[in-house]
């Protein structure tokens, strides 16, 4: 096990490893952070995704290189999201997602999967196998980040099969930290989902 995390780096340089480390670190905080209801998770996360979207063009992996990028943008939008006005707590309080909320995530997972497919194609890279897995994930990982954003609980679920989706996918690539960092974050987003439904059911039972 440990010689399959280290093979992968013994010809990597010295600062992508650190650079990797320091998205393995913050991308651990940020969700620690969402599981938190603080606002943390947002600058913690923008470290990531911004040093992410570097790595993975590097590595040539485009639609995760996309969905980081978005991440960015998004955390940008979240952390405007849950400071503006008073208190998060008073302003951003976590919910379920409405009929129409549904409708738009699964609309940003179907264009997120075509964007991806199209980029591919326009860049003229060539599509493996695990493309589609990265195309399917990234469509989940867009829908789990607005919902995010909204403090709607339904991001958890969508966070976990996400994870669950790509731990194999790193792996498979060749990422070992990658792939022990979305192993941790499945950890995390089963206890922040069971946490955030306790708050849910907490505010139910005051009303």
Known sequence: MIDFFLESYKNAPLWHIILEFLVFVCGILSVWFAKKENIWVYPTGLIATVISVYLLYIAGYIGDMIINAYFSIMSIYGWYM????????????????????????????????????????????????DNYVDMISS?????????????????????????????????????????????????????????????????????
């Open 82 to 129: 849950w400071a503006k006005g008073g208190t998060v707590e008073d302003n951003l309080p976590i919910t379920r997602t409405t009929f129409n909320e549904k409708i738009i995530g699964f609309l940003l997972f179907i264009v997120t999967v075509f964007v991806v497919f199209g980029i591919y194609k326009y860049f003229d890279y060539e599509i493996h196998k």
């Open 139 to 207: 469509g989940i990982f867009f829908a789990g980040m607005w919902y995010m954003a909204r403090k709607k609980i339904e991001n958890w679920t969508l966070w976990i099969i996400g994870d669950i989706i790509v731990v194999p996918l790193y792996a498979h690539r060749g990422l070992g930290m990658l792939s022990l960092q979305y192993l941790i974050f499945t950890i995390l987003a089963i206890s922040a989902y069971l946490e955030w439904r306790k708050i849910l059911d907490s505010k139910k039972q005051i009303s």
